[in-house]
């Protein structure tokens, strides 16, 4: 099972590419937990996370955002803007598997 957690201002669109991270996961046959969170709270779920995203309206906070996430072993990461606004969950969780493999 891997743990992907995404990280944003509001969480409304967030939401809908969790959902379609979700079935593209399920499709690959890939057990996952993924869930979006305010950006305000990345500290409170770090354990037993695989791979911290943030979409892009918060992307600005990377560097603080490394700065709680790397001491924890967990890479974090930028969501591809194009991605994220097409909604394109099985492009993002890619992008995901791949921040994990090379952590």
Do not use: R, W
């Not at 499709?27 to 709270?41: R, V």
């Not at 354990?47 to 892009?56: N, Q, R």
């Not at 990461?77 to 921040?99: H, Q, S, T």
């Amino acid at each position: 099972m891997i743990t992907i957690n995404l990280f944003c201002a509001a969480g409304m669109s967030t939401s809908l590419l969790v959902a379609k991270m979700k079935k593209a996961a399920e499709a690959k046959g890939i057990e996952a937990n993924i869930e979006a969170f305010p950006e305000s709270q990345i500290s409170k779920h770090l354990d037993g996370l695989d791979a911290a995203l943030l979409g892009p309206q918060v992307g600005y906070t990377l560097p603080n955002a490394k700065k709680i996430c790397e001491p924890a072993g967990v890479p974090v990461a930028v969501i591809p803007m194009v991605d994220y606004g097409m909604l394109n969950g099985e492009k993002v969780l890619d992008f995901a598997l791949n921040l994990i493999q090379n952590k």
